[in-house]
């Protein structure tokens, strides 16, 4: 009985140990892991688009315009930011923001986009026809990692879906 009792006591106080630790180390989940979501709450969220209308539409005085720009938009004020936008082909936008020089990227990108190693990319939030038909999922994406921007972004996208 005794032997029981110390057993289930060092349990309880490793238990203990390892609350207290992770609690003093500030762990935070969804991480933050480059502090994208960080930087850009309430300051500037910077927003890669290619032009793809009618999800996305770049004027020639490169003003952005579409559905998707709007829902951006939408999300940026939600957080308190400004978006600043980064006009670019795909294949640009995909490595500036596995660099880090972008925060999401957008242009009616499509769940099975070629560009799963350069970016994460939010669950499909809208199904849409292709030009030939076809259904296909719009999805937007972040930086690798940035597990707490991607998850802020998709429940915000899920909450204009209820809407």
């Known amino acids: 009985m005794t032997r029981r009792w110390a057993q289930r006591a060092a349990i309880a106080l490793l238990a203990s140990v390892v609350l207290v630790v992770g609690a003093g180390c500030g762990a935070q989940y969804p991480r933050d892991t480059h502090g994208s979501l960080r930087a850009a709450t309430g300051g500037s969220l ?71 190693e350069k970016m994460a990319f939010t669950r499909p939030y809208a199904t849409v026809q292709s030009p030939n038909g076809d259904s296909v999922k719009l999805v937007m994406a972040t930086r690798p990692g940035e597990n707490a921007l991607l998850v802020s972004l998709e429940r915000f996208l899920a909450h204009q879906d209820r809407r």
């Open 46 to 116: 910077r927003v890669g688009v290619s032009a793809n209308p009618p999800w996305t539409e770049v004027g020639a005085d490169g003003e952005v315009g579409g559905s998707e720009a709007r829902l951006v938009e939408s999300y940026a004020a939600s957080i308190g930011a400004t978006v600043r936008w980064r006009v670019g082909a795909e294949s640009v936008l995909a490595e500036e923001i596995d660099w880090g020089q972008l925060d999401v990227v957008i242009g009616g990108l499509t769940a099975s986009s070629p560009w799963t």
